[in-house]
């Protein structure tokens, strides 16, 4: 192999290595400071959006929750956000993909594994 090659493959595996550390965005996400109520394992608890997007979005609340666990929340969309005449409730169901620990509350990320908008 010749050392072009070499460090072609070289450089190649230490991208494919390096990007795996970065988190891709597939959506645009905005910051939105919604209240909701997750629903898991017959429980409710009280959260605040800290930024929404059409995969997922990331939750401010008062006690952890464990990564895996499904959730389901319903969001009330601004209109201005979405450009409709009327604020949309979105009803979702996801699952907790991270959660830690603040400066004074918790932060956990969930997807938005689906989703259906109330019929109005």
Do not use: W
């Amino acid at each position: 192999m010749s050392a072009s090659k070499s460090m072609a493959s070289n450089g190649l595996t230490k991208l494919k290595k390096d990007s795996r550390r970065e988190e891709v965005r597939c959506a645009v996400r905005f910051p939105l400071a919604l209240p909701v109520l997750l629903a898991a394992d017959g429980q409710e608890v009280a959260a605040l959006t800290r930024n929404v997007s059409a995969s997922g979005v990331m939750f401010e609340l008062d006690q952890p929750l464990a990564a895996g666990l499904e959730i389901r929340f319903s969001l009330r969309m601004p209109s201005a956000i979405l450009g409709t005449p009327r604020d949309v409730m979105v009803h979702c169901l996801g699952r907790v993909v991270r959660c830690s620990m603040g400066q004074t509350t918790y932060q956990a990320a969930s997807t938005i594994d689906e989703y259906r908008f109330a019929e109005q």
